[in-house]
């Protein structure tokens, strides 16, 4: 026993520290989602059958994707209110064109979010204009253009996108688990093992360091922000299209306080420089089964939108509570 | 001059313990009773406790064990605004004033209407109060309309001590607050925190210098490894017995031996010029060299560094490295060049505090971590800030821990090893001992050289004639924004080189 535990003693102090290893970042949040879905499987028994578990992954996969496009403008230390604006507009371009032909549609949306998001950046790096002012102006003209297109909900989505969320096996829906592992994968390895995603923390984590360091700290700004615009248009407005089967000029509208409460709860730095992808994505399913429950209870939207509401905020004062405790 | 205090007693602890996870940060500090008058110098190394010990006091943090005793009786902070309230105030390094706003609207900041009693505010009723009070506390007249910000720092350091005091303040801590003054400067501040006592107020001082210690202190309280080693009269300790004492041993400053430096021209300005606070400066550097700048705060010599770093905007005629003309329109520009910096503003400019230490020692030199698609080497990256961790003499608890976990000196030891790491072929250092111990000050000499002997440029900016006489091969001396003069930086030429950084410079008295 005890030449075991030398021996143990011995290959510790051999592993090398390493950064990445911060262990049970992620376990909080994630026994968090456990212990909601125990709790909403009690209430509702039937949230474990086939339909329910396919709601869940329909709702979970735009607020993850809106949240990632969230996480990488708040990485650098910009903020972007105009993420629901533009999941709005893509659902209501995406219900026309999709239908018609899907190569154009796709490669409308693209084009979507790379000016939408060079713009923000350029607002934000080139004219100086706050985040947070620059993006919320953009929000504005984003709704105004959805409306324009659509006033009121309707269009359609093609069968074989619908294919994607509806196909299961065992009840279990393949696709939906593989796109959630595969963008957070993406995240995990982009954040820790590519010398871009340490630019985009270093420049959160104090701009004027990371400048000294020789980081051009502006093209990084504007990339967040052409990133953020792409996965928004092309991966959060489009399974918000598929979500609805329609376009619709303002149903993105919630998405803009949910990826920041995601983001925030899903351990993300709200002033910059530090997130965490496996939180990230524990947040996202946080906010999911609250949400699924309250379907489940019946409750109809508005109220839906009032106890979110309040919840969201109890949730980002815990959040910002429990960080006050610690530094302090 | 044994100085019998007439005050009564202001301050002591018994017995406070402090951890940090493993860490004991302080083991059973029993502070010698402070009082009412008394100046009181707190020296130790880096990590010997004083700042967290400071904490406490201020209710900033607080303590494991112990009792914290104010005029006798026993209390317990439970945040900042208790400390403050009983009468304890921390004067830092920086200001903590408004500069856009007047001296008198600082003084009375959130308090104007209990001041002179009415909502509607009336300036000049402020102004005389100001004006009253710093005559009070200083014997001393400053124009109580000033805007801070066109006072100097030691005015601005007054203006912060009369606040505190008008707010009821016994007990004065100052942290390091001379941290970027000039020795004329500090002498003015010593002068008027000697002036201060004779109001029965308690003073903390603590600085690295310990010479300045020895200077202004009633009082030596020597801290070692969080223990409090001794309490005693300024005139029973000398400077060497108090070095022994911190640090366990008898070492002193220790500089490496000189090497020569090459004939061969490695980095050469012409005609740089910043606004209207340097002018025209040109001067070359050559390979193995290091050149010290020295100079008042405030004649250009900040600027000069900063400018071909390209962090502030410069006009220059041309600039050649290594035979090559560059330019350097910014940080991203220089650093392409191979030219880095290391900024003296530690916290703000060279720590990334919230990202590992890991990250931030390599942070000049992630492109040649990774491969072309940017994908980083996990194991080259590991390995090599461990190498440089043991290297540099980086102590940190892990390569993991968080930049702001480090103490001062070992935050600036990473940083000359992150630039060391880049391999570029020019520093430019600002002020790279300042604000570390005689430990860590002797590390970073031995470093800087080593850099000169590899063949590269050092310029490197310094308030310490001493360090500057035995570290640097020549000296440029800045004065209203020009070079005056470059002497050889040698032993014999030290009061020669002090003449030039004082000569017919003004200086505004406060």
């Given at each position: 026993?005890?030449?075991f535990?030398?021996?143990?003693?011995?290959?510790?102090?051999?592993?090398?520290?390493?950064?990445?290893?911060?262990?049970?970042?992620?376990?909080?949040?994630?026994?968090?989602?456990?212990?909601?879905?125990?709790?909403?499987?009690?209430?509702?028994?039937?949230?474990?059958?086939?339909?329910?578990?396919?709601?869940?992954?329909?709702?979970?996969?735009?607020?993850?994707?809106?949240?990632?496009a969230q996480?990488?403008?708040?990485?650098v230390?910009?903020?972007?209110?105009?993420?629901?604006?533009?999941?709005?507009?893509?659902?209501?371009?995406?219900?026309?064109?999709?239908?018609?032909?899907?190569?154009?549609?796709i490669?409308?949306?693209?084009?979507?979010?790379?000016?939408?998001?060079?713009?923000?950046?350029?607002?934000?790096?080139?004219?100086?204009?706050?985040?947070?002012?620059?993006?919320?102006?953009?929000?504005?003209?984003?709704?105004?253009?959805?409306?324009?297109?659509?006033?009121?909900?309707?269009?359609?989505?093609?069968?074989?996108?619908?294919?994607?969320?509806?196909?299961?096996?065992?009840?279990?829906?393949?696709?939906?688990?593989?796109?959630?592992?595969?963008?957070?994968?993406?995240?995990?390895?982009?954040?820790?093992?590519?010398?871009?995603?340490?630019?985009?923390?270093?420049?959160?984590?104090?701009?004027?360091?990371?400048?000294?360091?020789g980081?051009?700290?502006?093209?990084?700004?504007?990339?967040?922000?052409?990133?953020?615009?792409?996965?928004?248009?092309?991966?959060?407005?489009?399974?918000?299209?598929?979500r609805?089967?329609?376009?619709?000029?303002?149903?993105?509208?919630?998405?803009?306080?949910?990826?920041?409460?995601?983001?925030?709860?899903?351990?993300?730095?709200?002033?910059?420089?530090?997130?965490?992808?496996?939180?990230?994505?524990?947040a996202?399913?946080?906010?999911?089964?609250?949400?699924?429950?309250?379907?489940?209870?019946?409750?109809?939207?508005?109220?839906?939108?009032?106890?979110?509401?309040?919840?969201?905020?109890?949730?980002?004062?815990?959040?910002?509570?429990?960080?006050?405790?610690?530094?302090? | 001059?044994?100085?019998?205090?007439?005050?009564?007693?202001?301050?002591?602890?018994?017995?406070?313990?402090?951890s940090?996870?493993?860490?004991?940060a302080?083991?059973?500090?029993?502070?010698?009773?402070?009082?009412?008058?008394?100046?009181?110098?707190?020296?130790?190394?880096?990590?010997?406790?004083?700042?967290?010990?400071?904490?406490?006091?201020?209710?900033?943090?607080?303590?494991?064990?112990?009792?914290?005793?104010w005029?006798?009786?026993?209390?317990?902070?439970?945040?900042?605004?208790?400390?403050?309230?009983?009468?304890?105030?921390?004067?830092?390094?920086?200001?903590?004033?408004?500069?856009?706003?007047?001296?008198?609207?600082?003084?009375?900041?959130?308090?104007?209407?209990?001041?002179?009693?009415?909502?509607?505010?009336?300036?000049?009723k402020?102004?005389?109060?100001?004006?009253?009070?710093?005559?009070?506390?200083?014997?001393?007249?400053?124009?109580?309309?000033?805007?801070?910000?066109?006072?100097?720092?030691?005015?601005?350091?007054?203006?912060?001590?009369?606040?505190?005091?008008?707010?009821?303040?016994?007990?004065?801590?100052?942290d390091?607050?001379?941290?970027?003054?000039?020795?004329?400067?500090?002498?003015?501040?010593?002068?008027?925190?000697?002036?201060?006592?004779?109001?029965?107020?308690?003073?903390?001082?603590?600085?690295?210098?310990?010479?300045?210690?020895?200077?202004?202190?009633?009082?030596?309280?020597?801290?070692?490894?969080?223990?409090?080693?001794?309490?005693?009269?300024k005139d029973?300790?000398?400077?060497?017995?108090?070095?022994?004492?911190?640090?366990?041993?008898?070492?002193?400053?220790?500089?490496?031996?000189?090497?020569?430096?090459?004939?061969?021209?490695?980095?050469?300005?012409?005609?740089?010029?910043?606004?209207?606070?340097?002018?025209?400066?040109?001067?070359?550097?050559?390979?193995?060299e290091?050149?010290?700048?020295?100079?008042?705060?405030?004649?250009?010599?900040?600027?000069?560094?900063?400018?071909?770093?390209?962090?502030?905007?410069?006009?220059i005629?041309?600039?050649?490295?290594?035979?090559?003309?560059?330019?350097?329109?910014?940080?991203?520009?220089?650093?392409k060049?191979?030219?880095?910096?290391?900024?003296?503003?530690?916290?703000?400019?060279?720590?990334?505090?919230?990202?590992?230490?890991?990250?931030?020692?390599?942070?000049?030199?992630?492109?040649?971590?990774?491969?072309?698609?940017?994908?980083?080497?996990?194991?080259?990256?590991?390995?090599?800030?461990?190498?440089?961790?043991?290297?540099?003499?980086?102590?940190?608890?892990?390569l993991?821990?968080?930049?702001?976990?480090?103490?001062g000196?070992?935050?600036?030891?990473?940083?000359?090893?992150?630039?060391?790491?880049?391999?570029?072929?020019?520093?430019?250092?600002?002020?790279?001992?300042?604000?570390?111990?005689?430990?860590?000050?002797?590390?970073?000499?031995?470093?800087?050289?080593?850099?000169?002997?590899?063949?590269?440029?050092?310029?490197?900016?310094?308030?310490?004639?001493?360090?500057?006489?035995?570290?640097?091969?020549?000296?440029?001396?800045?004065?209203?924004g020009?070079?005056?003069?470059?002497?050889?930086?040698?032993?014999?030429?030290?009061?020669?080189?002090?003449?030039?950084?004082?000569?017919?410079?003004?200086?505004?008295?406060?």
């Amino acid at each position: 026993m005890r030449f075991f535990g030398r021996c143990m003693k011995a290959l510790k102090s051999r592993i090398p520290d390493m950064r990445h290893i911060r262990k049970n970042r992620a376990m909080t949040t994630w026994s968090i989602v456990f212990f909601l879905f125990f709790v909403e499987w009690i209430i509702f028994p039937e949230s474990l059958g086939a339909a329910n578990l396919q709601t869940i992954f329909i709702i979970a996969i735009p607020l993850f994707f809106a949240t990632l496009a969230q996480t990488m403008v708040m990485i650098v230390g910009s903020i972007d209110l105009s993420i629901g604006a533009l999941m709005s507009l893509t659902t209501c371009i995406a219900s026309y064109l999709l239908v018609e032909n899907l190569a154009l549609g796709i490669a409308t949306l693209i084009v979507l979010g790379a000016v939408v998001g060079l713009a923000n950046g350029f607002l934000v790096i080139n004219l100086k204009v706050n985040p947070f002012i620059a993006t919320f102006g953009m929000m504005f003209a984003l709704e105004g253009a959805a409306l324009t297109i659509r006033n009121y909900p309707g269009g359609a989505v093609p069968e074989s996108l619908l294919g994607i969320v509806k196909f299961q096996i065992y009840s279990i829906s393949i696709y939906e688990i593989l796109i959630l592992i595969l963008g957070a994968g993406f995240f995990w390895f982009f954040l820790n093992k590519t010398s871009s995603g340490i630019h985009f923390l270093a420049t959160g984590a104090s701009r004027s360091v990371a400048k000294n360091c020789g980081i051009n700290v502006d093209l990084v700004t504007r990339k967040a922000h052409l990133i953020c615009g792409l996965i928004t248009a092309l991966f959060a407005g489009l399974f918000l299209t598929i979500r609805f089967q329609a376009g619709s000029p303002l149903v993105g509208e919630p998405y803009l306080l949910f990826s920041f409460a995601a983001s925030a709860l899903g351990a993300t730095r709200v002033s910059g420089g530090d997130a965490d992808a496996g939180s990230l994505l524990g947040a996202v399913f946080i906010l999911t089964l609250i949400e699924n429950a309250m379907n489940l209870a019946l409750i109809d939207t508005k109220s839906q939108w009032i106890i979110e509401g309040f919840l969201l905020l109890v949730i980002l004062a815990a959040v910002g509570s429990s960080k006050k405790r610690r530094s302090g | 001059m044994s100085k019998k205090y007439l005050g009564n007693e202001l301050i002591r602890t018994e017995g406070i313990e402090k951890s940090f996870g493993p860490t004991k940060a302080l083991k059973d500090i029993s502070f010698k009773a402070l009082h009412e008058g008394e100046i009181r110098g707190l020296v130790g190394e880096n990590g010997a406790g004083k700042t967290v010990f400071i904490s406490i006091l201020a209710g900033i943090l607080r303590p494991d064990k112990g009792s914290i005793y104010w005029h006798g009786k026993r209390v317990t902070f439970n945040s900042p605004s208790d400390a403050m309230q009983l009468g304890i105030s921390v004067v830092h390094q920086g200001t903590d004033l408004v500069p856009e706003m007047s001296v008198a609207n600082n003084i009375f900041l959130g308090r104007e209407k209990k001041t002179i009693g009415r909502i509607v505010l009336d300036d000049k009723k402020l102004q005389d109060e100001a004006g009253r009070l710093i005559d009070e506390f200083f014997g001393i007249v400053i124009d109580p309309s000033l805007l801070v910000e066109e006072l100097d720092v030691v005015a601005q350091k007054v203006i912060q001590v009369t606040r505190a005091l008008s707010r009821g303040t016994k007990l004065l801590i100052f942290d390091e607050a001379t941290a970027q003054m000039t020795e004329k400067e500090k002498h003015r501040l010593f002068y008027l925190i000697r002036k201060l006592s004779n109001s029965r107020v308690g003073t903390i001082f603590i600085s690295h210098i310990l010479e300045e210690v020895l200077n202004v202190a009633d009082t030596i309280t020597i801290f070692r490894n969080g223990e409090e080693i001794t309490t005693s009269d300024k005139d029973e300790i000398t400077l060497p017995k108090l070095i022994k004492m911190m640090t366990g041993s008898e070492k002193g400053l220790s500089f490496p031996l000189k090497t020569t430096p090459s004939n061969d021209i490695l980095f050469s300005v012409y005609g740089l010029t910043v606004g209207n606070r340097l002018k025209e400066v040109s001067f070359d550097l050559r390979y193995k060299e290091i050149v010290g700048i020295m100079g008042l705060r405030g004649q250009g010599k900040e600027d000069l560094l900063r400018a071909i770093f390209g962090i502030i905007p410069k006009k220059i005629e041309k600039m050649l490295l290594k035979g090559k003309t560059v330019t350097t329109d910014s940080p991203f520009e220089a650093v392409k060049n191979k030219i880095a910096f290391l900024s003296d503003k530690r916290d703000e400019e060279g720590m990334f505090l919230t990202r590992p230490a890991i990250e931030n020692l390599n942070a000049l030199h992630w492109e040649v971590l990774s491969n072309r698609a940017g994908i980083i080497n996990h194991e080259q990256e590991v390995s090599q800030a461990e190498r440089a961790v043991r290297k540099y003499d980086v102590r940190t608890s892990s390569l993991g821990s968080l930049g702001s976990s480090l103490s001062g000196g070992n935050k600036q030891k990473l940083l000359v090893a992150r630039l060391a790491l880049a391999e570029p072929d020019l520093f430019l250092l600002c002020n790279p001992t300042y604000g570390v111990d005689v430990g860590a000050k002797n590390q970073i000499y031995h470093y800087i050289a080593e850099l000169a002997t590899l063949g590269k440029g050092v310029l490197m900016t310094s308030d310490d004639i001493n360090e500057v006489v035995n570290l640097c091969h020549r000296v440029i001396i800045i004065r209203n924004g020009m070079i005056t003069n470059i002497l050889p930086a040698t032993v014999e030429n030290s009061h020669e080189i002090l003449r030039e950084v004082y000569e017919s410079v003004e200086i505004k008295n406060p």
